[in-house]
Nanobody, 126 residues
């Protein structure tokens, strides 16, 4: 069982920046992703990164503003969020895809992820 612990959420003004972290337990590394869910809305894909870190993908609403990265030595994935907007307000979830032989593959569908963190609240005020 992999445990994911997110940190770094909080309150920020529009135009500001926040950085989220997600630390995974154990030594195994997996393709990772970030999703978010705002009240009354479905869970939305934000960003994904391959196990190797060499491939990434982003949701259309965050392209050019958010950056996903990882440090496999620390088994941690990061989400740098810049130029934040009120519509970015949501609970942000970290997810791990589970074992795969494909180190260069990333996943953008929530059903492709096996493990999920508890979520961290991000609130952007206007």
């Amino acid at each position: 069982q992999v445990q994911l612990v997110e940190s770094g959420g909080g309150l920020v003004q529009a135009g500001g920046s926040l950085s989220l972290s997600c630390a995974a337990s154990g030594r195994s590394t997996y393709a990772m992703g970030w999703f978010r869910q705002a009240p009354g809305k479905e869970r939305e894909f934000v960003a994904a990164i391959s196990r190797s870190g060499g491939s990434t993908d982003y949701g259309d609403s965050v392209k050019g503003r958010f950056t996903i990265s990882r440090d496999n030595a620390k088994n941690t994935v990061y989400l740098q969020m810049n130029s934040l907007r009120p519509e970015d307000t949501a609970v942000y979830y970290c997810a791990a895809a589970g074992p795969t032989p494909y180190s260069g593959r990333y996943y953008s569908q929530s059903g492709q992820y096996r493990y999920w963190g508890q979520g961290t609240q991000v609130t952007v005020s206007s």
